[in-house]
C-alpha cells in the first residue's frame, strides 16, 4: 500500500505544480500586452534602459531650445530648456530627436540645436550663479541657484589674453624659506611678542598633520604656514607682532596689486564647484568679507595647466572648467579649459 500511496501524492503534487506554472505564465504573458499597449501610445525611458548604454545629448543652442508634442516646429511647446541642459535620447530621425528629460513628458527636440558634452562652453550668466553666500558669520543656500549681485566682477577671456598677461603677474609672497627651516618636525616663528610653533603630528589615522612654512607678506606683517592634514588643508597666516594666527584659509591666498584684497579660490574635495573667499586688507587687518560657492565652474583640472595668478591690472587670472565637463571621461581633457579674470567691486 505505501508505493502506491506515494505514487498518487506524486501525480496530485505533479497536478498542482502545473496549474501554478500555467497561471504564471498567462499573467506575464498579460503583463507584456500591457506594457506593448502602453509603449504603443508614449514612449518610456525604460525602452532605452536595461544593457543598453543611455545616449545623452545637450542643449547647444545659446538662446535655449523648446521641446515639441510632436517631430514639428509649429507643435505645441510642452517644456522651454537652457542652454547646457542634459537629454536622453529614445529616438532619432532625420532632423529631430526624440528625447526624455526627468519628471517632463517626452517630447522631440531639433537635432541641430543639440551637441555633445565637449561642445558645451561656460558662457557669462554661468559665472555668477552661487549656490552659496556666507557673511558675517551666517550662510544662505540656494538650491536652484542666484545670479551673484556685487562684490565680484567676472569676465570670460580668451586663453591669448590670459597668457599675454603672466608676464605682469604680481606676488606679495617673500619666500624665505632659508631662514625658517623646521626641525625634529617643529616650525618655530620668532614674533615680536612670543614664538609660534607649528608642530607636525605622523599618523596613519585622520588627526596626522603636517606643517609647511612658505613665508611672509611683509607689508601686512603676516608669516604664511601651509597645513596638510587627512582630507583637506589650509594656509594660516600669523602675526609678526602678536604671533596670533589671524586667518586660516582653505586656498593659496593672493592679493591684488593694489594691496586692498585678499582673494582664495578652491574647490572642496570631490565636490568639483568653486569655492571664493574675498578679505579687506586695511594695514595689518585682514577682514573677511564674503565667501562663495559658484554653481557652474571650477578650478581647472588638466596637466600642465597655467597657475592662477594675480596681474598689476588688479585682475585675478584663473583657468576654469565647466563643472559638467568632471566625468570620468573628460576630467582632463586640456582643450576645454576657459580662462576667467576677476576683481573685487566693492
Known sequence: MKPIFSTLIFAISFVLFSCNNSETYTTNESSEQIIDSVASTSVSKNENSGNQKTELAYVTNLKGLDIKEKADSNSKTLVKLKYGDQLEILETSNDWLLVYRKDK???FVKKNFTGKLEDLKLIESDLYEIISLTKNEKTENYEKGKLLEGYLKIELIDESEFMSKMSNAVNFLIADTTLTVKQNGIIELKCEKKIKRYVDKPSD???VEFYKYLGQFN???KYV????YYES?????ID???GEQTLSIEGSPHISADRKYLYCIYDLMGDFKASFGLYSIEGDQIKHIVNLRFNNWTIGLGRNLPEIF???DRYLYVPISNVKMYSENHMSANDK????RIQAVQ
Open 233 to 237: 588643508g589650509d594656509y594660516n597666516l
Open 105 to 107: 513628458p517626452n517630447g
Open 205 to 207: 589615522n585622520a588627526d
Open 310 to 312: 594675480s596681474c598689476s
Open 337 to 340: 579649459i576657459q580662462y576667467i
Open 219 to 221: 607689508f601686512c606683517n
Open 225 to 228: 604656514v601651509l597645513g596638510s
Open 240 to 242: 609678526k607682532i602678536s
